[in-house]
């Protein structure tokens, strides 16, 4: 089974930034669906950030300009450039993979464990 470990999650002031970084085993990140999610515990999972199918990227309005998302697909890691950091963006972050079931569409089939980030104002 794939496996998706996370990684480069910290404390950090508003106005720092981080770099989440997320490894893969036994899963080719440039076979389908990308992305970085959001959740805290007893709330909704949200996405960061996309690579679909197709190649297009997605952000989510509150992160576009400050957050970049990028694949190695010779390291086989997928990346999360976090910059301008704020206090709203605290939550426990997931690299999730999957298949593209269309030009837009993806079925998220892999999860890892999740690195927290938390910014103090």
């Known amino acids: 089974a794939a496996q998706l470990e996370e990684s480069g999650g910290g404390s950090v002031q508003s106005g720092g930034s981080l770099r989440l970084s997320c490894a893969a085993s036994?899963?080719?990140?440039?076979?389908?669906?990308v992305g970085w999610w959001r959740q805290a515990q007893g709330k909704e999972r949200l996405y960061v950030a996309i690579i679909r199918g197709d190649g297009g990227i997605l952000y989510r309005d509150s992160v576009k300009g400050r957050f970049t998302i990028s694949r190695d697909n010779v390291e086989n890691t997928l990346s999360l450039q976090m910059n301008t950091l704020k206090p709203d963006d605290t939550d426990q972050y997931y690299c999730?993979?999957?298949?593209?079931?269309?030009?837009?569409?993806?079925?998220?089939?892999?999860w890892g464990r999740g690195t927290q980030v938390t910014v103090s104002s």
């Open positions: 999730a993979a999957g298949t593209a079931v269309s030009a837009t569409g993806c079925q998220w089939q892999h």
């Open positions: 036994g899963y080719m990140f440039s076979s389908g669906c």
